[in-house]
């Protein structure tokens, strides 16, 4: 069975509230762009995203995602001028052979970063839910089988302005399940750890990791990461600049804290120098921006360092939930998937039925290929629409 049409969707949905809460005045960089401060990265009022859809000679089609929360029309253009037009008449049961002819197209060009893997991480877990749709077998199956089919998880985010408010939201999830949060902060050590306070103050028996978006220097995340591990936090995610190697090293070394880190990473030779140099204890791969592939490989080189996997998930729409979670059932050495609640909802609109979820675990979807079902005509509405 050969791959018969390729076709790239660029969704950007409105939602009630924007990722990780509404976006204040000023600082806006273009139309629905805008940074965030303290945080350094574009973000939009949207959720954007790159849908890609891979179509098989007897019409089975198998739907990827690529992480493109701001201008998914780049990856869009890389793989309608790039890459689709070396996957037609290719193998549609074969996604590893493919990840491998695609992945060489632009080799000395930046071929496993950015944008590019970006592109190629949609075709990738295309390719998978298709192969898995051809065979009637689950992603997960085919990956060699599940560990689990209930994924532990954390809430990522309590979006609301003030400490108060927050802790009150805590206190919410608590009452509906959940048994661990993420906040999003990196306004200063003091401030971040007066939020960890009200949160476990108001919710005593939450597990708390804190996010640091990137915003800190080595010898106030050390602090920052002291004093979470004197509140009995879980881990400390992204506190330095993402470039910064040797610095998170340091910061695993003389903190006493978990240091989790993989977002921003796209590839198995990006984490193995960030494993050799000891400088995360918790890898965060986001499948929608490795692919399943790549996200697989990524995984047995955590598991040759005893290194957990708690994989990424943000604004990313219900395809990149769905292959996010086989990867997750698929891994040995799971800390805990991601749960965005806004995210999962808007997400969900581009599928026939939501992905089931629990504030404390995710169901593995069932079925063949990612187990989820694309609303064809809503993806072609929404995209006529962006």
């Keep these: 069975m050969r791959v018969r049409e390729v076709h790239a969707h660029v969704l950007k949905v409105r939602a009630d509230e924007a990722y990780l809460g509404p976006l204040r005045d000023g600082n806006a960089i273009a139309d629905g762009y805008q940074v965030r401060e303290p945080w350094r990265s574009l973000y939009s009022s949207r959720y954007e995203t790159l849908l890609v859809e891979v179509v098989a000679e007897d019409g ?7 992480l493109a929360p701001v201008a998914p029309e780049v990856p869009a253009a890389i793989v309608d001028l790039l890459l689709s037009p070396v996957l037609l008449g290719m193998d549609a049961t074969a996604p590893r052979p493919a990840w491998h002819r695609l992945r060489d197209l632009m080799r000395e060009r ?18 998978w839910d298709l192969a898995g749709r051809l065979t009637g077998l689950g992603v997960a199956q085919l990956l060699g089988g599940a560990f689990r089919t209930r994924l532990p998880t954390y809430v990522s985010g309590l979006p609301r302005p003030t400490d108060p408010q927050r802790a009150a939201l805590a206190r919410d999830w608590v009452d509906r399940g959940a048994t661990a949060v993420k ?45 979470l591990a004197e509140r ?27 240091v989790a880190v993989g977002e921003a990473l796209r590839n198995r030779y990006e984490f193995a ?4 140099a000891r400088a995360l204890r918790i890898a965060q791969p986001d499948v929608a921006r490795t692919g399943i592939t790549e996200a697989m490989a990524i995984a047995e080189l955590c598991a040759a360092r005893h290194v957990p996997v708690a994989p990424h998930h943000s604004v990313g729409m219900g395809v990149s939930l769905a292959a996010g979670l086989h990867l997750a059932a698929a891994v040995a050495d799971l800390a805990a998937f991601e749960y965005q609640p806004t995210s999962t909802e808007v997400g969900s609109r581009i599928l026939t039925g939501p992905v089931p979820v629990h504030p404390a ?17 809503t993806v072609r509405a929404l995209a006529k629409e962006s």
């Design 273 to 276: 120098q960030w494993l050799d």
């Design 232 to 258: 009995g936090a879980w881990f400390l995610e992204a506190p330095l600049a993402p470039e910064d190697i040797a610095g998170h090293a340091e910061l695993a070394a003389r903190g006493t804290l978990p």
């Design 361 to 377: 675990a995710f169901d593995l979807p069932a079925g063949p290929g990612l187990g989820v079902d694309v609303d064809v005509e």
């Design 183 to 227: 906040l999003h902060l990196g306004h200063g050590v003091a401030a971040d750890l007066a939020t960890v306070d009200a949160v476990r103050d108001a919710a005593p028996d939450l597990r708390v990791a804190v996010d640091g978006h990137w915003a800190y220097g080595v010898d106030d995340a050390v602090g920052l990461a002291r004093g």
């Design 110 to 127: 930046g071929h496993l970063v950015g944008h590019q893997a970006d592109a190629l991480a949609a075709v990738d877990i295309a390719l």
């Design 60 to 66: 089975t089609t198998g739907w990827g995602e690529a």
